[in-house]
Nanobody
């Protein structure tokens, strides 16, 4: 089982990035997917989620209107489009897979996003 994030980097305030998370080793289309982030010295926090078939999304208030989560089940990919980035968005971003009534959950290794001028 693997979740591999990519797309992080250094961007100026107001810029955009698109994170990707590639899944393998499990039935991706049956798992709800989430993005979390962890800034230095802070606890990991929920950012966004999307249901297994992509019908329902949810966001933390601080990113609403700026971030969009989406998924491509045939390609086993989940995305996080991040626009209007702010310095406070700087963190390591992780993708996470979870399925209702299953004990199996999976984390990726994370990708660094740094927003700075």
């Amino acid at each position: 089982v693997q979740l591999v994030e990519s797309g992080g980097g250094l961007v100026q305030p107001g810029g955009s990035l698109r994170l990707s998370c590639a899944a393998s080793g499990f039935t991706f289309s049956t798992y709800h997917m989430r993005w979390y982030r962890q800034a230095p010295g802070k606890e990991r926090e929920f950012v966004a989620s999307i249901t297994s078939v992509g019908g329902v999304t949810n966001y933390v208030d601080s990113v609403k209107g700026r971030f969009t989560i989406s998924r491509d089940n045939p390609k086993n990919l989940v995305y996080l489009q991040m626009n209007s980035l702010k310095p406070e968005d700087t963190a390591v971003y992780y993708c996470y897979a979870v399925r209702i009534n299953s004990p199996n959950t999976y984390w990726g290794q994370g990708t660094q996003v740094t927003v700075s001028s």
